[in-house]
């Protein structure tokens, strides 16, 4: 009986021990400082937080075209001058469904999830959005022709995703469908 609980007690003294160091999960509500690693797409980063490991950030109520659409590389390019290299500060707002962290990310006291949806380089989510100054925003740079509002019939992210045969499903989570006979 001994001899198994030796291993077990290490096991738990090194868990103990490398704890400290190891990231906690952020958690909604909560605010977070780090440095922007590397800017993914118009509205994903990497970050990573003084405390711990870097983090997948998706900015909250916003959707930037996808970088083989008109308007995505100058999304990402715009978001990257801004920030890359840089200290921000994330609002968590949760997790989306491939485990990004999803946050309000503020350059001193500028709000970038705004700021890309008034320069016209992101669409307001309407699926997701809370923030209803990102609806107003929005149509204000549709009015002044702003960013991808230049293009005479702009499409949306979603539905870029859903033609180029992206589904709204997780990857993790699959379902199969039956055949109907």
């Given amino acids: 009986m001994r001899r198994r609980a030796l291993p077990f007690a290490l096991l738990l003294l090194v868990s103990a021990v490398a704890a400290p160091g190891v990231a906690r999960q952020p958690k909604r509500g909560r605010t977070l400082t780090g440095v922007v690693r590397w800017v993914t797409d118009g509205d994903s980063l990497i970050v990573r937080p003084s405390n711990g490991r870097e983090l997948r950030v998706r900015l909250s109520g916003i959707d930037a075209p996808e970088l083989r659409q008109p308007f995505g590389p100058e999304a990402r390019q715009f978001l990257r001058r801004r920030v890359w290299r840089r200290r921000v500060s994330l609002q968590i707002r949760g997790r989306d469904r491939y485990r990004r962290v ?78 109907r006979r």
Avoid: I, M
């Fill in 102 to 179: 999803v946050a309000v990310v503020r350059l001193g006291r500028l709000n970038l999830n705004r700021e890309l949806v008034a320069r016209g380089y992101a669409w307001c989510y309407r699926r997701y959005a809370r923030d209803r100054e990102l609806f107003r925003l929005e149509a204000l740079a549709r009015r002044a022709r702003r960013g991808l509002w230049r293009q005479r019939k702009p499409t949306p992210p979603w539905v870029f995703r859903h033609r180029q045969g992206q589904t709204r499903r997780s990857p993790k989570r699959r379902r199969r469908r039956r055949r």
